[in-house]
């Protein structure tokens, strides 16, 4: 078990930008797949982002490549997602997630993952 806790979420203008944060308790955190997903109202949870444990393998939904860029800090506990020239279908709830074990796999789906956080709000205003 592993609480992660979302920040960053806020209301910006179409073209800004943003930076989330996700902050994992315990001592495991360097041994987790982490990622992003998001959700709007009638609407499933949807991939974001994934990062591998060491994060030198990074991936993307066609929908955010080349906007969106997720890092991490194992040294703090700590997940980010780097969000620029944001659209508004960009508005919805930012969760962040992990996983351990099965380090090589590819997690870019819900039912992949075995922790998540609260969610934080990001609203895009056009």
């Known amino acids: 078990q592993v609480q992660l806790v979302e920040s960053g979420g806020q209301l910006v203008q179409a073209g800004g930008s943003l930076r989330l944060s996700c902050a994992a308790s315990g001592r495991s955190f360097r041994t987790y797949t982490m990622g992003w997903f998001r959700q709007t109202p009638g609407k499933e949870r949807e991939f974001v982002a994934g990062i591998s444990v060491t994060g030198t393998t990074t991936y993307y939904a066609d929908s955010v490549k080349d906007r969106f860029t997720i890092s991490r800090d194992n040294g703090k506990n700590t997940v980010y997602l780097q969000m620029n020239s944001l659209k508004p279908e960009d508005t919805a709830v930012y969760y962040c997630?992990?996983?351990?074990?099965?380090?090589?796999?590819?997690?870019?789906?819900?039912?992949?993952?075995?922790?998540w956080g609260q969610g934080t709000q990001v609203t895009v205003s056009s």
């Open positions: 997630a992990g996983a351990g074990g099965r380090s090589w796999l590819r997690r870019d789906s819900v039912g992949l993952y075995d922790y």
